[in-house]
């Protein structure tokens, strides 16, 4: 048995597949799954976990249609503005994973102004991945430690993530049915404990994302070890 995850990654997917089953207009898909965003990070923060990363948008959503892309920095800027209020009151805190620069101006204003309100919460970390791409991370990276003449080491690579003085990703979901990771943190995901599940984002529940902690803790985390030495077991 495992304890719960401390860092719960999940790759939010399915609303355009949720919409389209209901044949409306993909941006109801995510408006429902802004929805869903409410409820499970409520959800994560009432089961202590301490930091939650929900991969919003990836450097590759940007070749989805022109008004689809802007209905989603739309649906974005509604969310921040609607949660500073209960983010603040839950003691969670903002963070953007990702490289802001090409994001539209109104959406980074919003974003710099609710990371600032509550960068003093304490209980939980909320990163919220847009225009995040893994392997632009590792290079930013790479080029950073370059750049300082510091030796490539892991512990030098992690300070320049931007998940830097965060833990590893315990946990990684990913709703809608692919089993890929389409360019998710593949450095802190690297020991993570993989959960595919078919339910499309727009109806994941708090009750779904339970039975995920739960199917959590009961693996074997053995980190390359045997089992017998987890358990402490003499084997011949
Ligand atoms: C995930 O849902 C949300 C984003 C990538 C922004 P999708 O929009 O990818 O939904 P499907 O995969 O088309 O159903
Ligand atoms: C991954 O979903 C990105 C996000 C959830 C934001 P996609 O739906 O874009 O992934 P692919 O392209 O099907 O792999
Ligand atoms: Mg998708």
Same mark, same amino acid.
């Given at each position: 048995?495992?304890?719960?995850p401390r860092h719960v990654?999940?790759i939010?997917?399915?609303?355009?597949?949720w919409?389209q089953?209901?044949?409306?207009?993909?941006?109801?898909?995510?408006?429902?799954?802004?929805?869903?965003?409410?409820r499970?990070?409520t959800?994560?923060?009432?089961?202590?976990?301490e930091?939650?990363t929900?991969?919003?948008?990836?450097?590759?959503n940007?070749q989805r249609?022109?008004d689809?892309?802007?209905?989603?920095?739309g649906?974005?800027?509604?969310f921040l503005?609607?949660?500073l209020? !209960?983010?603040?009151?839950n @003691?969670i805190? #903002?963070r *953007?994973?990702?490289?802001? +620069?090409?994001i539209?101006? %109104?959406a980074q204003h919003?974003l710099?102004k609710?990371?600032?309100? !509550?960068s003093g919460?304490? @209980?939980?970390? #909320?990163? *919220?991945?847009?225009?995040? +791409?893994?392997?632009?991370? %590792?290079i930013?990276?790479f080029?950073?430690?370059?750049?300082?003449?510091?030796p490539i080491?892991?512990?030098?690579?992690?300070?320049?993530l931007?998940?830097a003085?965060?833990p590893p990703?315990?946990?990684?979901?990913?709703?809608g049915?692919?089993?890929?990771l389409?360019n998710?943190?593949?450095?802190?995901a690297?020991?993570?404990?993989?959960?595919?599940?078919?339910?499309l984002?727009p109806?994941?529940?708090d009750?779904?994302?339970?039975?995920?902690?739960n199917?959590?803790?009961?693996?074997?985390?053995r980190f390359g070890?045997?089992s017998?030495?987890?358990?402490?077991e003499?084997?011949?």
């Amino acid at each position: 048995m495992s304890d719960l995850p401390r860092h719960v990654a999940i790759i939010m997917d399915g609303n355009g597949r949720w919409a389209q089953a209901r044949e409306l207009k993909r941006i109801e898909g995510h408006r429902a799954g802004a929805d869903a965003v409410r409820r499970i990070t409520t959800r994560a923060r009432e089961r202590g976990i301490e930091s939650l990363t929900l991969f919003a948008f990836s450097t590759e959503n940007w070749q989805r249609p022109k008004d689809e892309v802007r209905g989603l920095w739309g649906l974005l800027i509604d969310f921040l503005k609607s949660e500073l209020t !209960t983010l603040i009151k839950n @003691q969670i805190g #903002l963070r *953007l994973i990702g490289d802001p +620069g090409p994001i539209p101006a %109104l959406a980074q204003h919003q974003l710099n102004k609710v990371i600032k309100r !509550t960068s003093g919460s304490t @209980q939980m970390t #909320l990163n *919220l991945a847009l225009n995040y +791409g893994a392997k632009a991370e %590792l290079i930013h990276a790479f080029e950073q430690l370059k750049k300082n003449d510091q030796p490539i080491d892991e512990k030098n690579v992690e300070r320049h993530l931007y998940t830097a003085n965060q833990p590893p990703v315990d946990l990684l979901i990913r709703t809608g049915g692919e089993h890929r990771l389409s360019n998710f943190l593949l450095w802190q995901a690297a020991y993570a404990e993989l959960y595919f599940v078919d339910t499309l984002w727009p109806d994941y529940s708090d009750a779904d994302f339970d039975r995920a902690l739960n199917d959590f803790r009961q693996r074997e985390r053995r980190f390359g070890r045997t089992s017998a030495q987890l358990n402490n077991e003499v084997t011949p």
